[in-house]
T-cell receptor, first 114, second 111 residues
Framework: DAGITQSPRHKVTETGTPVTLRCHQT?????MYWYRQDPGHGLRLIHY???????DKGEVSDGYSVSRSKTEDFLLTLESATSSQTSVYFC?????????????FGQGTRLTVV | DAKTTQPPSMDCAEGRAANLPCNHS???????VYWYRQIHSQGPQYIIH???NNETNEMASLIITEDRKSSTLILPHATLRDTAVYYC????????????FGDGTTLTVKP
């Protein structure tokens, strides 16, 4: 398995509180991604990074921010959590942006906002 | 990225081949076809990908039609552990992880 660690694996938080999820990789891959998955549905891209301090928005970026201060870590922050952000969050990495380059996924973080 | 259409669910007998179809009629010339699967809400697992030629690896085979408007993922000898949601993704030749996942096909392998 690719060296991807997501933390925490489970979290329950209250509406309005800030939350930060961490993705740590040991593969030295340049590209990192955050997805969310809601019950019964596929994954949707939130934000991605193409290098240290280089990030861009995905299709569902509202309410989320990211930071990447070093290659191995990609942080996802919910500035003020809402119940609609209850979801499973997956981090992914890839070595390059080539179409032939596969992405590897972490095991996910289950976030519940009450 | 082109949109894909997959059946919501399929069954397969253990030991038999599982053939999972995917339609991607709006695919462009520079778009790859990727397959991932997700077991028990774990992180998606890469299976195989191709551009226009058929591909085979230790997990599966990918058959892409000549017009590239559809493809089939073949698991040659399905086992109970192959029960999962299978996602067909069509992606432009940039940003490997910037993929659009649909709802996939839930494959149930039965004894």
């Amino acid at each position: 398995d690719a060296g991807i660690t997501q933390s925490p694996r489970h979290k329950v938080t209250e509406t309005g509180t800030p939350v930060t999820l961490r993705c740590h990789q040991t593969e030295n891959h340049r590209y990192m991604y955050w997805y969310r998955q809601d019950p019964g549905h596929g994954l949707r891209l939130i934000h991605y990074s193409y290098g240290v301090k280089d990030t861009d928005k995905g299709e569902v970026s509202d309410g989320y921010s990211v930071s990447r201060s070093k290659t191995e870590d990609f942080l996802l922050t919910l500035e003020s959590a809402t119940s609609s952000q209850t979801s499973v969050y997956f981090c992914a990495i890839s070595e390059s942006d080539a179409g032939s380059s596969e992405a590897f996924f972490g095991q996910g973080t289950r976030l519940t906002v009450v | 990225d082109a949109k894909t259409t997959q059946p919501p669910s399929m069954d397969c007998a253990e030991g038999r081949a599982a053939n999972l179809p995917c339609n991607h009629s709006t695919i462009s010339g520079n778009e790859y076809v990727y397959w991932y699967r997700q077991i028990h809400s774990q992180g998606p697992q890469y299976i195989i990908h191709g551009l226009k030629n058929n591909e085979t690896n230790e997990m599966a085979s990918l058959i892409i039609t000549e017009d590239r408007k559809s493809s089939t993922l073949i698991l040659p000898h399905a086992t109970l552990r192959d029960t999962a949601v299978y996602y067909c993704i069509v992606r432009v030749n940039t940003n490997a992880g910037k993929s659009t996942f649909g709802d996939g096909t839930t494959l149930t392998v039965k004894p």
